[in-house]
């Protein structure tokens, strides 16, 4: 399937914003080599008319997770998929393999210069080899290269980068037992701009099992992983030193070594649960990951050192009652520490989801979490652990009968910790909308009042090279609206359209720092007077705001062959301070920001035999 595209996007040169076209072609490529083995493969593949992702601001220790949309990467992706830290209680996409890592946006754009509106950095090919045979054996191949991007200043943004990634299973017993192992590697060509910041080379080995007994009703799996990351010792010291492994924490005892050329780490899981049954299932999980376990070049891992225990008993009871068709009632326990045994976490959590007589859905939940003495060994960012307080967070949605042709839906959530001293409060509805087999739109609305009082603020050295670690009072508003609307004209002729708005704003206050205590007791004493009016007077806040819509008209006009006229656009703005205007007002100079437009043409033809 050869395609071409003509293009004209924004892009940024000099400080400025400028309109850059070019016309380029790739194509997709599909072989069946047996009956039962497919290799796909994509040149120079462009992915214009994929939907943006959603805007974000990230306060977090954590980095933020996207879902995959292209599609080259969304096919067959569950052949690849090797999560980490993943149970029946909790599981937040962390993985061996994620897939976003491949054509992501320039690594050292923000090293070297801003290049916001930034595109994706240009995969010269990739391919995929999926093999399914008939006594069980499934394998799969992936290889990736990405071009070097640079600027025109020949600095280097984005080394050319070579991505494998070998899966390969086998099931026993007609599936219900397998063992699998999975590989994969990352080969970057390093110059004088990257050697400092990014690694060389990046390898994760995996090796995993599942077995169900007794009648298929019960089964245990697990997995052992094992990584090693290459590269200058800049590079190694600065990832021993990032949010994933905070190696430089001064009560942490982590062998920090400024000198190593290479970090090499294991994770561990093992999973025992009841998984068949009319009312009673449960699962046991207990993981670890190593401190110096990494596998973020090509998979995502919101952080390394952490071992967790969860488990969750269900109860469902799937019979026709007096009020409802379907009921389930989930229990969950978890607790979390540091490889070397520091407690981060216990908590208790119930939620209930019934399907009523009418096809409604009504669930409902809560969490009560940091029971006993905890710690929150990432506030500081490489600070101390500081001692966390109880915490209690109920939360309520429901949904409409989605056979109607109008769905209402709507959610709230609720946090309280340290003596209503952190809170928040979240939510709002969404309505879908169906008509005459052919328009579907839905558009929701989402609002969330954010008050932490100990949000981190930053790290300050004074003249006596003294290291204040600081949090702040913080008090954020977030509002956003999300809209689609789609009409299938033909079989063959649709139109696909998608915006959000988002504004978050928040005002800091009353700047401290961690005292010598941070682990105390009652929370006044983790905390101490920072005397730098500096810093103290005026801390400032943000007003961030962003817009994210796509307009996608679709034509197969022959069969296979598609036309895709698109149009993207962005704006972002942010200021250093909230400012006092509604939520009108923010909006209205959300439109008077410079839009970042990106207008394609791309049509491919399917040439089959």
């Not at 292209?70 to 998929?81: D, I, K, M, N, T």
């Not at 909006?587 to 043409?601: E, G, Q, S």
């Amino acid at each position: 399937m050869p395609y071409v595209v003509t293009k004209n996007a924004s892009t940024i040169r000099n400080n400025a914003f400028t309109q850059k076209s070019n016309l380029d072609a790739g194509g997709d490529f599909k072989y069946r080599i047996a009956p039962n083995v497919t290799l796909d493969a994509t040149i120079n593949p462009d992915f214009g008319q994929v939907e943006s992702d959603p805007s974000v601001l990230n306060l977090s220790a954590y980095e933020s997770f996207f879902d995959e949309r292209r599609p080259f990467f969304v096919a067959g992706r569950g052949l690849f998929r090797a999560d980490v830290n993943c149970s029946a209680v909790n599981c937040w996409g962390e993985s061996l393999y994620y897939s976003r890592r491949i054509g992501r946006t320039p690594e050292l754009a923000g090293v070297y210069g801003d290049t916001v509106p930034q595109q994706p950095v240009t995969i010269l090919g990739a391919g995929k080899l999926l093999a399914r045979f008939p006594k069980g054996t499934t394998v799969g191949v992936l290889e990736a290269a990405t071009q070097r991007e640079t600027n025109p200043g020949d600095t280097t943004y984005s080394p050319g980068t070579n991505y494998a990634v070998i899966r390969a299973t086998q099931d026993f017993r007609g599936g219900n037992s397998g063992i699998g192992t999975m590989l994969t590697a990352v080969n970057r060509r390093m110059d004088q701009w990257s050697s400092a910041y990014l690694a060389s080379q990046a390898y994760v080995g995996s090796l995993d099992f599942r077995h169900r007994f007794f009648k298929n009703a019960y089964e245990i799996s697990g997995n052992f992983d094992q990584s090693l990351v290459r590269g200058s010792t800049a590079m190694i010291s600065s990832l021993q030193n990032n949010g994933v492994h905070l190696f430089q924490r001064p009560d942490a005892n982590l062998p920090l070594d400024s000198t190593r050329t290479a970090l090499g780490g294991n994770a561990e899981e093992f999973r025992l649960g009841k998984i068949g049954g009319q009312h009673l299932m449960f699962e046991s999980a207990y993981s670890r990951r190593s401190p110096g376990f990494e596998a973020n070049d090509l998979g995502y891992l919101r952080r390394a050192d952490q071992v967790s225990w969860s488990t969750w008993a269900g109860f469902f009871d799937r019979q026709d009652r007096f009020f409802y068709h379907r009921f389930q009632l989930n229990n969950n326990w978890w607790q979390w520490w540091t490889a070397d045994g520091l407690p981060l976490e216990r908590a208790y959590n119930t939620n209930t989801h019934i399907t009523l007589k009418n096809y409604w859905g009504v669930h409902m939940g809560g969490t009560v979490g940091q029971l006993g003495k905890t710690y929150d060994d990432r506030q500081t960012r490489g600070g101390p652990a500081v001692r966390q307080d109880t915490y209690l967070a109920p939360w309520f949605f429901f949904n409409g009968d989605d056979r109607k042709a109008i769905v209402p839906y709507f959610n709230a959530n609720f946090f309280e910790s340290s003596d209503k001293r952190n809170w928040s409060v979240s939510g709002g509805p969404e309505l879908d909308f169906k008509a005459m087999g052919r328009f579907s739109s839905s558009i929701s609305a989402n609002r969330s009042h954010n008050v932490q009082d100990n949000q981190f603020y930053g790290q300050f050295t004074d003249a006596a090279n003294l290291r204040h670690y600081t949090i702040a009072h913080l008090d954020q508003t977030t509002t956003s609206v999300t809209a689609r609307l789609n009409y299938t004209f033909t079989p063959n002729l649709s139109l696909q359209t998608y915006a959000q708005p988002f504004v978050s704003k928040g005002t800091y206050s009353n700047v401290r720092q961690l005292s010598a205590n941070p682990r105390a007791d009652k929370y006044d004493d983790r905390y101490a007077p920072y005397n730098d009016p500096s810093v103290t007077s005026d801390p400032g806040g943000f007003n961030f705001k962003a817009l994210q819509s796509n307009v996608v008209l679709r034509w197969e006009y022959n069969p296979g062959s598609t036309l895709f006229v698109v149009w993207n656009q962005g704006r972002q703005g942010f200021n250093s301070i909230e400012g006092d205007q509604p939520f009108n007002g923010d909006m209205r100079d959300l439109f008077k920001l410079h839009p970042a437009n990106t207008f394609l043409i791309k049509a491919s033809y399917w040439l089959n035999r």
